[in-house]
């Protein structure tokens, strides 16, 4: 298996309370080998400085009921854990959009952006540059530049307004019930 390496690096004029930051960010999934965040002084940064597949595309796994039901792991009850391991049901991923991680973290921000800066290589095959920025007042944006040999570069932008939800964004911590499947 190929594996991309690089870093995540915290950067930005944000204020607010460090560790309640440092807590929500841990609780998703920036690298595929586990990395998580940490304070060091007034500053954030990863636990270590290689890691694997770094982003600021975090994605959560999920269960698959054989009725089509579907709910994410973090959000399950033991019960309906319990209920889908005797079930034998399947696993998805899914990435976590855009507002749903300014919900979970614009709140804890006083003043100014928290700007998370992900790069990695894998070999020669192609690099990688991604970069979140989450503003106190809820608005946010979020780019990727893939660069692949011989085949040229691939990017994506996108944004979130809050003003289109009436006002300042809100934490969500309430655990949802599993939904049904799209056909």
Same mark, same amino acid.
């Given at each position: 298996m190929a594996d991309a390496y690089g870093a995540i690096i915290v950067c930005g004029d944000f204020e607010g309370e460090i560790d309640s930051i440092v807590e929500? *960010?841990? !609780? %998703?999934?920036w690298t595929a080998d586990g990395d998580e965040f940490? !304070?060091? #002084?007034d500053k954030i940064w990863m636990s270590s400085y290689g890691v694997q597949y770094p982003t600021v595309f975090p994605s959560r796994g999920g269960m698959l009921f054989g009725d089509g !039901?579907?709910?994410?792991?973090?959000? $399950?009850?033991? *019960?309906?854990?319990?209920?889908?391991?005797?079930? #034998?049901?399947?696993?998805?991923?899914?990435?976590?959009?855009?507002?749903?991680? +300014?919900?979970?973290?614009?709140? *804890?921000?006083?003043? #100014?952006?928290?700007?998370? +800066?992900?790069? $990695?290589?894998?070999?020669? !095959?192609? $690099?990688? %540059?991604e970069r979140i920025a989450i503003r106190s007042d809820g608005n946010a944006e979020r780019h990727y530049f893939r660069s692949f040999w011989q085949s040229g570069t691939k990017s994506c932008s996108e944004e979130f307004d809050p003003s289109a939800?009436? #006002? =300042?964004? =809100?934490?969500?911590?309430? @655990?949802?019930? @599993?939904?049904?499947v799209a056909a």
């Open positions: 929500t *960010l841990n !609780r %998703f999934q940490k !304070r060091v #002084g !039901r579907k709910c994410f792991l973090d959000e $399950a009850s033991h *019960l309906l854990v319990e209920e889908w391991e005797n079930e #034998g049901g399947d696993m998805f991923e899914e990435e976590y959009n855009l507002e749903s991680l +300014v919900k979970a973290i614009a709140h *804890l921000l006083t003043s #100014g952006t928290l700007e998370l +800066v992900a790069s $990695a290589n894998e070999k020669s !095959r192609y $690099a990688y %540059f939800m009436n #006002g =300042k964004v =809100k934490p969500t911590d309430e @655990p949802q019930q @599993p939904q049904k």
